[in-house]
């Protein structure tokens, strides 16, 4: 079993920065292929923002390539999000996802690819 437990969310104004961590823990051998952090706003789809392939390949959404940066520990598959000149838009709920399927290069950004996930942060950015 696998269980993702994300943190680090809160609220922030316009321009700030915060970092999410995503604590992987798990009581079995299991297979990665890429992980992953995605968002979903009120009334809106979940979308990928940014992903790193077991390859340290990355990967990350227009919407927030320059201002996001995902990052993992070295001997750990805890996962990072460092978010830099946040923007109303960025409100959101987000979660990290694990791919267990199948690897793709670079990492893929699509919900249909990850089917292990946490139950999310918030993220609030006010102007």
């Known amino acids: 079993q696998v269980t993702l437990v994300e943190s680090g969310g809160g609220s922030v104004q316009a321009g700030g920065s915060l970092r999410l961590s995503c604590k992987v823990t798990y009581t079995m051998y299991y297979i990665w292929y890429s992980m992953a952090w995605f968002r979903q706003a009120p009334g809106k789809e979940r979308e990928g923002i940014a992903a790193i392939g077991i390859d340290r390949s990355l990967s990350y959404a227009d919407s927030v390539k320059g201002r996001f940066t995902i990052s993992q520990d070295n001997d750990k598959p805890d996962l990072y999000l460092q978010m830099n000149s946040l923007k109303p838009e960025d409100t959101a709920m987000y979660y990290c996802?694990?791919?267990?399927?199948?690897?793709?290069?670079?990492?893929?950004?699509?919900?249909?690819?990850?089917?292990?996930w946490g139950q999310g942060t918030q993220v609030t950015v006010s102007s």
């Open positions: 996802a694990i791919n267990p399927r199948r690897r793709l290069d670079p990492a893929p950004l699509g919900l249909e690819n990850y089917n292990l």
